[in-house]
């Protein structure tokens, strides 16, 4: 039997003039009195391929259906007319799986699609969508090494919230009450004591009830902790980061950029540093721009993308204490504000949060009480203030957010292959 080529490669040039096979699924087919035309996708690509009436997969050729699998074999030829400039005359077809009438033809809503996810993501688009998405984790998990940071491997499970009440998903495990986590964050606090840089690429839940363009229930959260690191080194690490993944993206996918006509161009440009400002100066030009927002609130989307309009990516630092988290570091001598930070860049708005967490058991205790929350609930975080405490900082960042920036869509919900809102958990 013939070995199978990836199409990929076919269309590169490989093979032309000569014999190969092909397996796949039928993506197009078209009619002629004695041809049938036959596109044909694999995991690498789609390819015209013809079937003619004097041979002997012609009755195959004509039953075949949009979707059914099949095997193939023929010759490569160049043709200026096939998209793609190869085609392969088929001399031997085989149906593996003859498909049923497939429910997604063109000009289907995005609703209908959603619906039937589990076949929309054989789609040129999905598959494009989710080249990217693998490889941008893979460069996630590249720079992480080369800064020498351990991969661990954080609980699902938990007993206590890191984000607060709001959106915590409960869950009954065997008969205590549990959550699902909504960030690592504090589990990594406890490993950069062993490890001292540590980090995770994990999903977070969280029981979102607005439904908005940027949030889902589930998602993929990149998450790091440094021990002993400032607030400089923790903008450092994540403006290197995200400088590594937008300029390597584009230049290892090229193909799926162009093909999702996504500006590579502009995102290669995302170089560090990127513009610091404090939330003060943030609310200051804000309000030059027309803003209504006061000092100690909280940014919304559009205040978000307008300072992103005018910087750029911007990491927003040193905020109001009463709109950040229990576990931020307050500045001493200032203490109604907090040492976090917010990245912020065009189309999604905060692509990350993170900042130095507050390492000093007594004031650690204090913003607990400060939030309402139980010190019996959190002994084994209070703990590592206890034993050996260090300044540290660490941040965490949406993986569904990055990839709606870089490659420019509309919904968070098309960069995860099944996404999970609160109206949407099937398929
Ligand atoms: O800003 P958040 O809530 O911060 C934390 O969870 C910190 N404990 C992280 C840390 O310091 N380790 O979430 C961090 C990021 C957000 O900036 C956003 O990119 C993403 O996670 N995110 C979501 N992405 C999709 N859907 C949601 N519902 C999200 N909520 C947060
Ligand atoms: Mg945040």
């Keep these: 039997m013939t070995p199978f080529t990836a199409i990929e490669d076919v269309l590169d040039g490989c093979c032309e003039g000569k014999q190969i096979g092909v397996r796949g699924w039928i993506y197009r087919k078209r009619k002629g009195k004695d041809i049938v035309f036959l596109v044909t996708r694999d995991a690498t690509g789609t390819i015209q391929c013809t079937v003619r009436k004097d041979t002997t997969s012609w009755a195959d050729a004509e039953k075949v259906t949009i979707e059914s699998s099949v095997t193939l074999s023929g010759t490569v030829k160049r043709d200026e007319r096939a998209p793609g400039g190869f085609e392969v005359s088929v001399d031997q077809l085989k149906i593996v799986g003859l498909a049923e009438t497939f429910p997604i033809t063109k000009d289907q809503s995005e609703e209908f699609r959603r619906n039937v996810r589990h076949l929309w993501i054989r789609s040129r688009r999905m598959n494009a969508i989710m080249k990217v998405r693998g490889e941008t984790l893979r460069l996630v998990h590249d720079f992480f090494r080369k800064e020498g940071f351990a991969e661990v491997s954080p609980p699902m499970f938990i007993s206590s919230a890191c984000e607060g009440g709001a959106t915590l998903f409960g869950l009954k495990y065997f008969d205590k009450d549990l959550y699902l986590t909504q960030s690592a964050q504090l589990h990594l606090e406890a ?173 650690l205790l204090k913003r607990l009480e400060e939030f309402g929350l139980r010190q019996e609930d959190y002994e084994w975080y209070i703990d590592l203030r206890r034993y050996g405490t260090v300044p540290h900082t660490g941040f965490g960042l949406g993986v569904e957010r990055l990839l709606a920036w870089m490659l420019n869509l509309e919904n968070i919900m098309d960069t995860i292959p099944f996404p999970r809102t609160v109206r949407r958990f099937y398929p």
């Design 191 to 363: 490993l950069i004591q062993s490890l001292e840089k540590v980090y995770c690429v994990a999903p977070s839940f969280r029981a979102e009830k607005s439904r908005t363009i940027r949030h889902l229930a589930e998602y993929w959260h990149v998450e790091a902790e440094e021990a002993f690191s400032t607030m400089d080194d923790l903008m450092s690490l994540e403006e290197n980061l995200v400088g590594y993944v937008c300029q390597n993206i584009t230049k290892q996918c090229g193909k799926e950029f162009k093909a999702l006509g996504a500006k590579a161009k502009t995102l290669a440009k995302v170089k560090p540093p990127f513009s610091r400002i404090t939330y003060d100066e943030a609310v200051e030009r804000l309000r030059k721009k027309g803003s209504r927002i006061k000092w100690g609130e909280d940014f919304g989307f559009d205040e978000e993308r307008t300072l992103a309009k005018e910087f750029g990516p911007v990491f927003v630092h040193t905020y109001p204490k009463k709109i950040k988290a229990f576990y931020c570091k307050t500045y001493r001598k200032k203490p109604d504000l907090v040492m976090s930070v917010d990245l912020i860049v065009p189309i999604i708005g905060e692509l990350s949060t993170g900042g130095a967490r507050e390492d000093d058991k007594i004031e």
